[in-house]
């Protein structure tokens, strides 16, 4: 019998996409389907157990990067989808719901800004009204912008990041808590800026500091209810996160990544997984108040 030829998700790291990249810039919040190459979300070389038969998860940021893939797998897994973006995201959500609803589940999408305290209590609530629930809780979505010196960021700027990285992150946890039952999972997206911090970025590497100090507060205070908290720091990942930041240049979004152990950036769907186990009864019950690293051989403590 012939050997089939893996597809890009299933092949060895050293065979994923590496820099240089094309040159490319976006205005901000960024598409993947403009990105160059796109992402790799479908993780086909990924095999289901029925970790999330029956579930719901909320998926901030779920149109694109590590939260389609995200998505993608929950679905794959066996749990309804609701996604949270930003409406210029459209094109990418839909792509996204397309995709969860091939893996046979429903996908509820929730444009908005979750710098709105209104609109994060209310993706929570349509989600358990339209969907049946809420389980699963993924605070995924970030601001991001770099800058060469902290004079140029202004009190707005810091703000802005804040309330998009960790407002909604508390604020998404406290209206999910309304609904959450004993077995349930909040999981958050840190960054290894969190832990290493970066020189150009430090209200986002602040930002996602705080999540990680959040992340483990609130999974102390929510052990006797049964339900778990945890964070992945994902190390660098090609996302529209980065060329749609407006301090990064097309040339340096060429060479993202490059400085990695690994020598490249990780795909989404290399991401994704960490987010499966941490939400599986089955495989992480035990698993609370960490921060995992996914972070392709950097090391840091936490």
């Not at 358990?128 to 629930?133: I, Y």
Request: contains cysteine; hydrophobic residues 35%; charged residues 25%.
């Amino acid at each position: 019998m012939g050997r089939t030829l893996p597809s890009p998700s299933q092949q060895p790291s050293a065979q994923r996409p590496r820099p240089p990249f094309p040159e490319q810039h976006q205005d901000g919040p960024g598409l993947e389907a403009e990105l160059s190459p796109r992402p790799s979300f479908e993780a086909r070389g990924y095999r289901a157990a029925g970790k999330l038969e029956g579930k719901v998860a909320l998926v901030t940021g779920g149109d694109s990067g590590i939260g389609r893939a995200v998505a993608v797998l929950y679905a794959r897994e066996g749990a309804d989808v609701a996604i949270a973006y930003l409406p210029r995201e459209q094109r990418d959500a839909d792509e996204t719901r397309r995709h969860v609803e091939a893996e046979g589940r429903r996908c509820l999408t929730l444009p908005g800004d979750l710098t709105d305290p209104r609109y994060c209590d209310e993706i929570v609530e349509r989600t358990v009204r339209e969907l049946g629930a809420i389980d699963v809780l993924v605070s995924n979505a970030a601001h991001q912008h770099r800058r060469a010196s902290l004079d140029e960021i202004s009190d707005e700027a810091f703000a802005l990041t804040f309330e998009t990285n960790v407002f909604a992150f508390f604020r998404l946890s406290r209206a999910a808590l309304r609904h959450m039952r004993r077995g349930a999972s909040i999981i958050a997206t840190s960054s290894e800026t969190g832990l290493l911090g970066s020189g150009t970025l430090p209200d986002y590497s602040a930002s996602k500091g705080a999540i990680d100090a959040f992340t483990k507060a609130l999974a102390q205070s929510l052990v006797e209810r049964g339900i778990r908290v945890n964070a992945v720091a994902p190390g660098p990942v090609w996302t529209p996160l980065n060329p749609s930041d407006a301090g990064l240049s097309a040339e340096r979004v060429a060479h993202f990544g490059e400085g990695n152990p690994m020598g490249r950036p990780a795909q989404p769907d290399e991401l994704a997984p960490a987010y499966v186990f941490l939400a599986s009864e089955a495989d992480a019950s035990f698993v609370t108040g960490t921060v995992m690293q996914v972070m392709g051989g950097e090391r840091a403590g936490g």
